[in-house]
């Protein structure tokens, strides 16, 4: 069975710092991965997608991610935080395999202090 | 280009009355979601259509819910009666087909508050 965790509901960083926020999965095959990321009363973004090609992902706004199945991780970094990245960041795990399955992580919640 | 639209993006009612949120989806996408947003259960996928044909509801959490996707340019998700815990956001997003590297394209969200 699918399942996504983000094992940390609030990050705080400080401006100019680096940022990660992670994301553990399961999937019984081969899932495509995806960042998406939440401003203040505003719909879903995608940040990058990983679809099985290179297993580091370069994404909007300096985002990347680097897809490690053996340790069924996709951590989303970012060497320098800026203040306009305060938003909440959603994991997502997707597959095919026994029907159409595409599960969201809880989120996690970056604040950026100045 | 035109994003997802979604209306209204507010939208404050009593309890009892109906409800209907409406959604066009991005030109050429033959996938399309209704998802719901909460503090208390985060965001839940609540119904997908893949050309104009529902696919799973399993999601939907009552009755009192329904959605129909009458042509590829506009679907709509209806509560009657609505009640004070269907207050959420309720976001609309479309894709180009259900491949699982198919990225969703999201709407900016009804805002709903049930009083």
């Known amino acids: 069975a699918q399942s996504v965790t983000q094992l940390d509901s609030h990050v705080s960083v400080s401006e100019g710092t680096p940022v990660l926020l992670r994301c553990n999965y399961s999937s019984s095959y081969s899932p495509s991965l995806f960042w998406y990321v939440q401003h203040p009363n505003k719909g879903l973004q995608l940040l990058l997608k990983y679809t099985s090609a290179a297993t580091l992902v370069k994404g909007i706004n300096g985002f990347e991610a680097e897809f490690k199945k053996s340790e069924t991780s996709f951590h989303l970094t970012k060497p320098s935080a800026h203040m306009s990245d305060a938003a909440e960041y959603f994991c997502?795990?997707?597959?095919?395999?026994?029907?159409?399955?595409?599960?969201f992580g809880a989120g996690t919640r970056l604040f950026v202090k100045a | 280009d035109a994003g997802v639209i979604q209306s209204p993006r507010h939208e404050v009612t009593e309890m009892g009355q109906e409800v209907t949120l409406r959604c066009k989806p991005i030109?050429?996408?033959?996938?399309l979601f209704w998802y719901r947003q909460t503090m208390m259960r985060g965001l839940e996928l609540l119904i997908y259509f893949n050309n104009n044909v529902p696919i799973d509801d399993s999601g939907m959490p009552e009755d009192r819910f329904s959605a129909k996707m009458p042509n590829a340019s506009f679907s709509t998700l209806k509560i009657q009666p609505s009640e004070p815990r269907d207050s959420a956001v309720y976001f609309c997003?479309?894709?180009?087909?259900?491949?699982?590297?198919?990225?969703?394209?999201f709407g900016p969200g009804t805002r709903l508050t049930v009083l």
């Open positions: 997003a479309s894709s180009h087909g259900l491949e699982k590297y198919n990225e969703q394209f």
């Open positions: 030109s050429g996408h033959n996938s």
């Open positions: 997502v795990v997707s597959d095919r395999a026994g029907g159409f399955k595409t599960i």
